[in-house]
């Protein structure tokens, strides 16, 4: 910054700090040259008087306003003119000084206030410059160059204003985006972070019921049948795999770009749908009876839909081996050209393995506001044979179906 961009910045501070400086200054300045204007005696030809005690007050009430412009501009202005008018009137020589001050003052009212402040103060600038030069004076000339320069004056101010306004106005606009994309990026944060929490709410809460009871019947028949407490150990290692996977692939949005990279096969092991016979295939090894049924023209559906409805049916069936150990358990999906239906049922003849424990899950919740989430319905609930029923359906349309390639139709 140089010498010069140092000391306008400085001005500036202390104008900030001392709001009256600036109009201090000017009016200093003005009432240096009122008092040269008034030391200056009258021409005896031109019939004006000298100066008397009314008249010296009548001039200060055309300059010291000036002090003022900044606090009520309109005001002051108005004083300026109360007082050029009344000092014309008393037969006084004219103050050249005061067309500086009317000037400034108009000036200030018009690119600094509003429409009806400036109307007015155009209007009351040329009733005086009309009163004075045409019915006081009788000079033609001087009304009309005067009013031709308070116009230029007038009309400068208000394009200053009207573009003063357009740029505030476009600030205000912009810092309104600005706290819109905050407050879109903080819901966006929660979103994930509830997203994430649902997931994670799925995919532990399923693996972790599904160790606990294999792990129990693998302690249970250790002794009797040692092959088959290996293979539900082994079930436990591929549950735990996949788990970790699914883990890996949620979290994965939580990592540097370079590095999710590294991570990129995690990703072929979404959830969908096109897995529920694995499922089945490793809950069934805890020796539970899971009986699946898969009607219509399977559809190809958007990610969000797919993991969704497979969620849907995991929650089901982790609540079924929870609270219904060992029941007859029926997994029916159906395809139909509107809408996808899943629906988990058991007959209620299994065991609470929950019995005399609190379970805190959400999990009936969860699922339904996944439901809704994607436009779909969900309802839970005793069935008729006297066990528990869980149906959810999701609409099939142009939104949520895709392609075999996989992009969005």
Do not use: C
């Not at 501009?73 to 008393?90: D, N, W």
């Not at 020589?93 to 402040?117: K, N, P, Y």
């Not at 000339?141 to 009309?155: E, G, H, K, M, P």
């Amino acid at each position: 910054m140089n010498g010069f961009g140092r000391l306008l910045h400085s001005y500036h501070r202390w104008d900030q700090k001392y709001p009256y400086l600036s109009p201090g200054i000017v009016t200093l300045i003005f009432l240096a040259f009122m008092i040269m204007d008034l030391m200056m005696k009258p021409s005896p030809e031109n019939g004006h008087v000298q100066e008397d005690a009314v008249g010296i007050f009548l001039a200060m009430l055309q300059v010291l306003p000036v002090i003022f412009f900044r606090r009520a501009p309109m005001a002051a202005l108005a004083v300026i003119h109360f007082g050029f008018i009344a000092h014309a009137l008393t037969d006084s020589a004219l103050l050249w000084v005061v067309q500086f001050t009317t000037l400034g003052g108009m000036f200030v009212v018009t690119s600094s206030t509003d429409d009806r402040q400036s109307i007015a103060a155009g209007l009351l600038s040329a009733a005086t410059i009309i009163f004075v030069f045409g019915v006081i004076t009788e000079s033609i000339d001087n009304t009309v160059a005067l009013l031709l320069l308070f116009s230029a004056v007038w009309i400068a101010g208000n394009i200053i204003r009207a573009r003063k306004n357009r740029l505030e106005a476009a600030e205000l606009t912009v810092v309104e985006l600005e706290e819109d994309q905050e407050r879109t990026a903080r819901q966006a944060v929660a979103d994930e972070r509830a997203r994430i929490a649902r997931e994670l709410h799925d995919v532990l809460g399923h693996t972790l019921n599904l160790v606990v009871i294999q792990a129990g019947a693998a302690q249970r028949v250790y002794n009797s049948s040692p092959e088959k407490a290996l293979e539900a150990v082994k079930s436990i290692e591929s549950t735990s795999r996949q788990a970790l996977s699914d883990v890996d692939r949620m979290l994965g949005i939580l990592r540097d770009p370079d590095e999710a990279a590294s991570h990129a096969p995690s990703l072929e092991a979404r959830p969908s749908l096109s897995r529920i016979d694995s499922l089945v295939s490793e809950l069934s090894t805890t020796g539970q009876s899971i009986e699946l049924s898969i009607t219509g023209n399977v559809t190809n559906l958007a990610p969000s839909t797919d993991l969704t409805a497979f969620r849907v049916v995991q929650e089901a069936l982790t609540n079924v081996m929870t609270h219904a150990s060992g029941s007859e358990v029926h997994v029916e999906i159906s395809y139909s050209d509107t809408e996808l239906e899943v629906t988990v049922t058991n007959d209620g003849s299994g065991t609470d393995t929950l019995v005399g424990r609190k379970s805190g899950g959400r999990g009936i919740v969860g699922m339904r506001e996944r439901t809704a989430m994607f436009g779909g319905k969900f309802e839970a609930g005793k069935s008729d044979e006297g066990g528990w029923r869980v149906n959810a359906t999701f609409p099939i349309n142009r939104v949520n179906t895709v392609h075999d390639a996989g992009e969005t139709e």
